[in-house]
């Protein structure tokens, strides 16, 4: 059985200098979120707003911040509490150009790891036949498919991604998305999925939580009813689009 990780965000204040201004710019602010166990979540919310932050704090990359992050997470196998292990798919691929993709992909990994475990991801991920290639000659969708491979390689229990397929055409990111998916519904885990576009959020969540301009504060936490059998239903996804702008009117200044 999957790890099960909690997450619960009580952030008081982040605040950093503002470029070119004087004082400090406050980026989050009374920040309240409860994030359960093994749910595919997604934060929407304005560029700029402060997602990525967050992600660095959650990511432990960011401590300067008045708040608290508690992390639950319990190992059921072995009955015990465990560090739990995060992933992080950043906006850019950030992929070694001296190194291939499987280089790239096992460069975190300790050396007595299953290459068997590498090959299934590369097949997954429809990379299996360029594994030996550098990034050079990878398209950038190629590229973004080798980043998630390299977070989800070293099995973490939480996964952030932050806008992992912007500037995708619209066909590649949907082919991205559904791959994404089949991976995680392998080895369900906590994933924190960054994105300002609704259409995106609603084909991958469990929920949406949107997330308001600076200070960023949570406005609604919304569940996703959709079947995920479904969710490749662009009429099924867009119906359910305009019911949330219809019933909730206050995430349309987010969007």
């Given amino acids: 059985m999957a790890p099960m990780t ?14 070119g201004q004087a004082g400090l710019h406050q980026a989050i602010a009374n920040l309240k979120l409860s994030l359960p166990s093994n749910e595919f979540i997604c ?9 990525t932050t967050l992600l660095n704090i959650l990511a432990g990359l960011d401590k300067d911040y008045s708040g608290e992050i508690t992390v639950e997470h319990q190992h059921k ?11 992080y798919v950043f906006q850019n691929p950030r ?11 096992t460069l975190t990994l300790p050396k007595d790891h299953d290459p068997k475990s590498v090959d299934a991801l590369l097949e997954t991920m429809q990379l299996f036949q360029a594994q ?3 990034p050079e000659r990878l398209s950038l969708g190629m590229s973004r498919r080798v980043s998630i491979i390299r977070a989800f390689a070293v099995d ?3 996964l952030l991604m932050d806008e992992p397929f912007v500037s995708l055409d619209a066909p590649t990111a949907r082919q991205v998305r559904q791959l994404l998916i089949e991976l995680w519904l392998q080895r369900p885990h906590t994933v924190l999925f960054v994105t300002h576009d ?3 959020a609603i084909a991958l969540a469990d929920r949406l939580i949107f997330l308001s301009s600076p200070p960023m504060q949570a406005i609604s936490d919304i569940k996703v009813p959709i079947p995920r059998n479904e969710r490749n239903n662009e009429a ?3 119906s359910f689009r305009q019911k949330l702008l219809q019933d909730y009117p206050e995430i349309r200044s987010l969007l």
Avoid: F, M
């Fill in 95 to 105: 992929l070694l150009p001296w190194r291939t993709v499987r280089e790239n992909i």
């Fill in 43 to 51: 934060l929407v919310g304005p560029s700029g707003c402060g997602k």
């Fill in 6 to 19: 909690a997450i619960t965000v009580d952030i008081i204040n982040k605040s950093y200098p503002a470029a």
């Fill in 77 to 87: 196998v072995a009955q015990q509490h465990k560090a739990p292990k995060i992933g």
């Fill in 156 to 158: 973490p229990d939480i």
């Fill in 132 to 134: 030996h290639v550098y």
């Fill in 198 to 200: 609704l259409r995106e």
């Fill in 236 to 238: 099924e996804v867009e």
